[in-house]
């Protein structure tokens, strides 16, 4: 109740100032006139009476004053005084209070957006329950993390100890994509093959209906589905009564089962729509041939470990798995584990490929926080020196030092808080540009939002600086003398915070310095990287997925042949009516194609050429086409014959190899004529029948040369989906839609994705060299233009301390010439010295980026020549205007000022 | 200034308020002459203090206060004890007295 009384007395207090403030002044007077009245009842005279009461009472206002100081609502009162004193104080100097609030908001707008980003793929848990159990299991080749056959899961799930359960799932990349028939028009619909056990091993469960049994995992099992909640909603309106209805996907009925949850992440492919079965055939294990889906590695496993089971315990037991096959387990060569197996935490493994980028990305952003800060506190120092005079003022009329600490405070709080909101928007506008350039390999994109987290670490890094740099000068400044302060109407010296200041300016350059040099080598390794030749010619080249959609299409009966023939035909029918299009000079298609994202298990064989032995395996890259599909990329024929018509099914199998196989494996003969083996050390010899140049798969900056090339008909599958690569003649975005058309005259049911030239699809390949390289050079232009700010205003502010040393310089003779060279000296003195740490952290700092970089060393000296000549212009030019504005001091006014 | 006026003991003057105006209702002027009164002038009551005390001791709910014409057809703020500050009035005073007793005993136990 007196709390109450108290919160409701304070409010009134506050809003109804005046009452209040009136009712005390009545008060007082009244004691006033009581005492007055006391005294002529004691027979005073009333000029008595009022003597004694004021020599009683003293002066009315201080008592006035003490009074009207109870209470809560007096802090308030003051705090909010100090608030709009310190608004009048930003709205007088609009410049300053401009460039601070900016440059704040940069700071912190750019990393807290950058934390957003970054939080939910390195620091948050996964949203799983106990995710730290959650692991990966990969095939290793290389060193790298590759993909693991059925077989290898099935021996793994059997002979393990440290795992509770584990799963396998398809590597993604279209292969469980499945397109939803009825309901209109036909839809690709991102989906996901996996093992029954796939949501139990993520602990998850559907909202809706039920998870996959294992009795529905079995090859030729009935035919289910799980829905995401998107798709649910989207194309079903969120119908509960979905459940045990029927869908149409590839020509097939499908089951719909379960609809899982909309807060479900799925972290491993974040855009599936749909879950099917594996269903793979357990009988292929023990046929003793290794020819069938189940031996491709082509999966990924994830796996959850037994409570107490730690990291390298598993890691232990699956080394033991691996380099100890038994009989009952065969392995396939490919699938021989011989080189180990990867385990990885799931969120270190989704992490893995953007954690060095996203580290430099993070350095570098706390690096333009820094910049920001360090200018926020320059110009806060530089005003509290112009303002000295002021405190010394208020300290004389009384003011304790505690109070005028409270003003500076909230002033620089004040700044702070409107940075931090600005910063705040920054952030928002941030985040989005961040998740819109982001390349595509970014996981959990799904999860990037301005999170409370990343607001609150706003809100604490504005706190942070508003505090610090309201401290930092009162800590320098308060203890100024008063009688020197106030003696002092303009400054003789160069006082002590100059060197605090000089310190700033040149950690400022040293920082830009340390971001303008990552950003000059991220840039030189791109215009290397986009110069690499990538072995054909991607100018007017068009590319598109082609799929197959159809029972006939799906191998899953024990012969696959029927399948593989009727996909065969298809495509051969589809690429006939391609060409032609009049605008359409050559067309093939192939897999892999080169620079695509298509999936790295597809175009890895192993050949064993027929002088090396069974035991001459090597790993090389293999890719499917059909005729013309060298002459469309633009691969240059280096000896021998293109495959073409002649190769058919009936004919000997034939084969190209690339040059540097050609040169590797027969440094001193004609390769031409010579025979191998595809896929193992049996089966069908392919004689080479010519030579092609080399060239590049994954990206321009991987050199993998080594490649054989077959054709379809001479092959034991047919993959589908394929691309089609396309040569026009004259601009290929313009002959997509006809080329579409064309494949659909065909058959209209099947789908075309990823329609795509291949100029773009090279740019789209250093997406994440590029987006880093955007990054960090929006961060190394506002270092650059924070660090010629942070020189100018140090500059300016000392040229107006040394007003009166220059005037009289100036008496005594220099020449405008001398005092423009002694500011500029000054200026570019501290340049060079920043630029000199700025040397020593970027070189230390480029190694962070060393994988980021192609073509170039870290300390590419030209970078750096050209970093150091940027920087020491742009100080030149911060430092010119106040070095003429000192050249121009008129030493009669500077002087008789004093 | 009187040397053998004391300001009222630190943390007393809550309590002579709250006796003084136990015996009837008054303003702060009345308060702070019936102290002295009473005291035969050993506390002389600063108006300052005694008018923020008031504040305080009206925010607590102990006291009610009321702008009245007075006897002598002035407009004074009147304040006067509610149930609540008779009771805490019985607390201090209590309190008071354990305190006083104690160190009477102390000094008498020097002697």
């Known amino acids: ?898 | 200034m009187n040397d053998s006026n004391t300001d009222v003991i630190q943390g007393t003057l809550d309590m002579l308020i709250l006796k003084t105006l136990s015996l009837e209702p008054m303003h702060g002027f009345g308060i702070s002459r019936r102290v002295e009164q009473i005291t035969r002038g050993v506390f002389k009551v600063n108006p300052g203090s005694l008018l923020t005390a008031l504040q305080r001791l009206e925010r607590a709910g102990w006291l009610d206060a009321e702008w009245k014409q007075t006897e002598n057809s002035r407009r004074a703020k009147i304040y006067s004890l509610t149930r609540a500050g008779r009771k805490q009035l019985e607390v201090e005073a209590a309190d008071w007295n354990r305190r006083a007793g104690a160190i009477a005993r102390l000094l008498k136990a020097e002697i």
């Open chain 1, 1 to 898: 109740m007196s709390l109450l009384r108290h919160i409701s007395r304070g409010l009134r207090g506050l809003f109804i100032q005046g009452s209040k403030d009136a009712e005390i002044a009545a008060e007082v007077q009244q004691y006033f006139d009581e005492a007055v009245a006391a005294g002529i009842e004691r027979g005073l005279t009333r000029d008595e009476a009022e003597r004694v009461a004021r020599a009683e009472i003293g002066n009315l206002a201080p008592v006035r004053e003490q009074v009207r100081s109870y209470g809560w609502e007096n802090a308030v009162r003051t705090w909010m005084m100090d608030l709009r004193y310190a608004m009048r104080q930003l709205r007088r100097n609009r410049g300053f209070a401009a460039v601070s609030v900016i440059t704040l908001a940069l700071g912190i707008g750019a990393s807290t957006a950058i934390f957003s980003v970054v939080n939910p793929i390195l620091l948050s848990p996964l949203p799983y329950p106990s995710p730290s159990r959650l692991m990966m299991i990969w095939n290793t080749y290389q060193g790298a993390r590759f993909e693991l056959s059925f077989a290898t899961y099935r021996e793994l799930l059997a002979r393990n100890r440290s795992f509770e359960s584990m799963a396998v799932f398809d590597s993604g990349d279209g292969l469980g994509n499945a397109t939803l028939q009825g309901n209109g028009l036909p839809e690709r619909l991102e989906g996901q093959r996996v093992s029954w056990n796939y949501f139990q091993v993520l602990g998850v469960s559907p909202s809706l209906g039920r998870d996959f049994q294992a009795s529905e995992d079995i090859f030729h099992g009935p035919k289910v589905a799980i829905l995401s909640d998107r798709l649910w909603q989207r194309k079903f309106q969120g119908d509960p009564r979905m459940i045990g209805r029927s869908i149409r996907l590839d020509g097939e009925n499908y089951t719909v089962i379960g609809i899982m949850p909309r807060s479900f992440d799925n972290v491993l492919q974040p855009t599936t729509e749909i879950w099917m079965p594996e269903q793979f055939d357990v009988s292929q294990l023990t046929s003793g041939s290794f020819k069938s889906w189940e031996w491709i590695n082509h999966l990924h496993i994830v796996g959850r470990l037994k409570t107490g089971v730690t990291h390298s315990q598993a890691v232990r037991d699956l080394a033991q798995i691996a380099s100890t096959p038994i009989a009952e387990f065969p392995r396939p060569d490919w699938g021989s584990l011989k080189q180990g197996l990867i385990l990885e935490s799931l969120q270190d493994d989704l992490a893995q490929t953007i954690k060095p980028t996203l580290l430099a990305i993070m350095a570098a952003v706390v690096m333009v926080l820094l910049v920001a800060c360090v200018n926020v506190v320059n110009l806060l120092l530089a005003r509290h020196t112009q303002r000295e005079g002021e405190f010394a003022v208020r300290t004389a009329l009384g003011a304790s030092r505690g109070r005028v600490l409270r003003q500076l405070v909230t002033e620089t709080l004040l700044l702070a808080v409107l940075g931090g909101l600005a910063g705040i928007a920054v952030a928002f506008a941030g985040v989005r540009a961040l998740v819109s350039l982001s390349p595509p390999g970014l996981p959990r994109i799904e999860a990037i939002s301005l999170d409370p987290a990343a607001l609150g670490f706003a809100l604490a890094v504005t706190t942070v600086i508003g505090l610090l740099t309201g401290l930092f000068p009162v800590v320098g400044g308060s203890r100024t003398e008063l009688n020197r302060a106030l003696s002092r109407s303009s400054g003789r010296t160069a006082g002590g915070r100059g060197v605090a200041l000089r310190a700033l300016v040149v950690t400022q350059v040293a920082l830009a310095m340390i971001l303008l040099v990552s950003t000059g080598l991220l840039l030189h390794s791109m215009r290397r990287l986009l110069n690499v030749d990538p072995g054909f010619n991607p100018n007017h080249l068009l590319t598109m997925v082609v799929h197959t959609s159809g029972p006939e299409y799906l191998p899953v009966s024990q012969d696959p042949r029927p399948a593989f023939a009727a996909r065969f035909r298809f495509y051969q029918q589809a690429i006939e009516a391609v060409r032609r299009i009049p605008a359409v000079r050559e067309a093939g298609f192939g897999i892999p194609l080169p620079l695509s994202d298509d999936p790295s298990f597809l175009g890895q064989a192993d050949v064993q050429f027929e002088k090396d032995g069974p035991r001459g395996v090597r790993r090389s890259l293999r890719f499917g086409i059909s005729p013309q599909f060298c002459q469309a990329m633009g691969i240059p024929l280096r000896s021998g014959r293109f495959l073409d018509e002649r190769d058919k099914a009936s004919a000997p199998f034939s084969a190209l190899i690339s040059e540097s196989l050609a040169r590797n494996e027969f440094p001193h003969e004609d390769p031409l004529g010579k025979r191998f083996h595809l896929g193992g050390t049996e089966g069908a010899w392919y004689t080479v029948v010519g030579i092609v140049g080399d060239i590049k798969r994954t990206s321009l900056a991987v050199n993998e040369p080594e490649a054989v090339y077959t054709d379809f008909r001479q092959s034991w599958a047919v993959e589908s989906p394929l691309s089609f690569v396309i040569r026009t003649s004259g601009d290929p975005a313009l002959v997509a839609n006809a080329v579409k058309n064309a494949i659909w005259s065909v058959d209209p049911n099947q789908p075309i994705v990823r329609v795509i030239t291949m100029e773009r699809m090279i740019v789209s390949s250093e997406a994440e060299r590029r987006f880093v390289l955007i990054l960090f050079a929006a961060f190394g232009s506002v270092a650059l233009v924070l660090a010629a700010v942070g020189i100018y205003g140090v500059l300016s502010g000392s040229v107006n301390d040394r007003m009166r040393e220059i005037g009289v310089r100036a008496a005594l003779g220099a020449s405008r010439r001398d005092i423009l060279e002694l500011i500029l000296r000054d200026g570019l003195y501290l340049a060079a010295v920043g630029m000199c740490i700025g040397l020593a952290g970027a070189a230390a700092s480029s190694q962070i980026m060393q994988s980021l970089l192609f073509g170039i060393s870290r300390l590419d000296p030209l970078t750096y020549v050209g970093v150091l000549l940027l920087l020491t212009a742009v100080a030149a030019i911060a430092c010119a205007a106040p070095a003429w504005r000192a050249s121009r001091v008129d030493p009669s006014v500077t002087l008789r000022a004093e």
